[in-house]
């Protein structure tokens, strides 16, 4: 279907007369190449060691993908044991083993679904439950009770239920009317604990009755800024680990007799083991897997070192290898790349496997001309970082690395805004790969490769969505973490290595979502919403404003899409003219005028996604609309071509006059 006939259903085909009307793509159009999938990884989130397919132990762990899938490993050699989909699933945080033989597996949805929850038994395989809990898009834990009962704790509604193969599902409700995540879920004696995001809270909750109550806040810690990221039964101490992602505090709560008993700093989550014989368990903390005894809170290190940015165990629990130097039991686990890890308290011996588990590709999120002229491309979740061939399009350089929100060349450098803490990162492409956080280099005397420059934890910023080359400097936007608003504009200076400014709500609790620059001003067009859905908006529509670098001030904001809540990109053309889309329209403003003076609509959409990117080759304009199609726009009369239907997302051009898109994790590339 063309672009007028889509605009004609809606209504809205009056609109056309605006500024142009859309056409059918021509005989002459660009060619649309396949360049196939760039990003392909291992993610493994949430994992557990526990019988597997003939009652052998298993290291079990849930790969994310489309769709995702529930791995089962041998321990002792990282072979593969079996491997199902979860259909409608893209990945998990949430497996676990109930007491009946099954292992439960609660995720987080594709494109299309929701959170679900499935369910594998030795004799039919995995079960698809659906979705326990509508209007939940993501369970992200879950703990085995009695039996083959399993609970389950989701957002954004901040609820917990149950599921018992005989009686279905139980909803529990809303934990707290504070709290949209319940994100980590354990059970011990009949009571259910979960953990919420900040202000941090662990309740108590009667499975039978329902009841709850929310435990003391340990001593020492303020709550304000953490989430109860991960809570663990082992034996009779529930282990609560606050913070995020990164090594934080945990803390052992003595559950008879109902008080804080222990405390350990920088430990790593997702889990701890289960106890061995005298009650100790086994943990990462401080890159090191160390043993702790909770009745007297002795750790004893073990030598085995786990390096690199994130280093969270993905299921940790015992096996017996078989092997000559791990008789008995060996603590085993995984870790997010499909590396398993396994330690023999008897022998000391140690040894880190990679596994069997198969890559996924993994969707792009960001693409971008690098100084070398070759296209890079960044990814979700997973991350990755691909660099392709101009003359090709084929993939030249692959290595794994953090979710990647923004890329821009600057200076003979490509700069990388990665997912969380709103970091940036400065890519040499003349110099070796060494990524001394997510693939350590056999040479650790190397200089980092891409270096990280600055982050904005502490402004509480998530993802550095905006990146801009503004002469000497670079600027970057941010949106800010959960329970938050209003995004942070920064300016670096590559020759000082400082940041020159830096300051948060240039425009009153809205992020920075697309930047461009001209003649000493930085444009930036702003969103309403935060860098997680859960935190409701104050404003109602996104703003573009006009920021001198010279002075460090705001010269001017105006709306220039009137009730759309983001402007996410933003370019100029030859004359000048400043270009954004919103929704669906893309608009031209004056910046000398301070107006808005031509509008093309189209559609009727109020999508806070889309892509613009002026081609100097052909002078158009081109871009992504709402996840729905590619276009074209000629800015001189404003008549705009639907060049291919999709859900497109995210699109630049070369500055050979090749146009490159993504859907999903598929890279397309579009040449005359």
Known sequence: MTLIRRLVACGL????????AATPAAAGAPRVEDLGVPLQDVLLIGGVVAPGPGGRTVLWGASSGSPAHLNALDPATGAEVARYDLPGAGGSWAVDAAQDGSVYVGTYGDTVSGGRLYRWTGQGGVQDLGMPLAGQSFVWSVAAGEGGTVYGGTSPGGRLFAYDPATGVRDYGRLSPAHSYVRSVAYANGKVYAGTEAPAAVFEIDAATGASRQLPTPEGLDPANQWAYD????????????????????????????????ALESAHGLDVSPPDADGAVYLVRSGELVRYDPATGAVT????????RVANTRGIGWAELGLPDYPGKSVVG???????????????????????????PIEVTTLAQGPDDRMYAGGFLNGGFAALDPETGQRTE???FSQSEAMVAHQGRLY???????RVYAYDPALPWNSTEYSPSPEPGHQPNPARLFDFAADKQIRPRALVSAGRYLAAGTMPDLGHLGGVLAVWDPRTGTLKHAQRDVVQDQSI???AYRDGVLYGGTSIYSGQSATPPTQQEAKLFAWSVKEDRLLWEIVPAPGKPAIPALTFDARGRLWGIAGGEVFAVSTAAREVVE?????????AGGQLAYNPRDRRLYGAHAGQDVFSLDPRTGRHTELRQGPVQHLAVHGNGDVYFAEGPRLFRLTR
């Open 13 to 20: 085909a009056a609109a056309l007369a605006v500024l142009g």
């Open 398 to 400: 692959f290595h794994t």
């Open 334 to 360: 995984l870790l997010w790349r499909g590396l398993m890890f396994r330690y023999n308290p008897q022998t000391g011996a140690r040894s880190f496997v990679q596994t069997a588990v198969r890559g996924e």
């Open 301 to 308: 290190g073990t030598g085995m070192p786990f390096t690199g």
């Open 416 to 422: 990388i805004g990665a997912y969380p803490e709103a």
């Open 513 to 515: 979502v697309s930047l």
């Open 231 to 262: 809570v663990n039964v082992a034996g009779n101490h529930l282990y609560v680990r606050y913070g995020g992602a990164s090594p934080g505090p945990l803390r052992v709560w003595d559950i008879a007799a109902g008080r804080w008993t222990g």
């Open 599 to 607: 509008r093309v609509t189209l559609s009727g959409s109020r999508s």
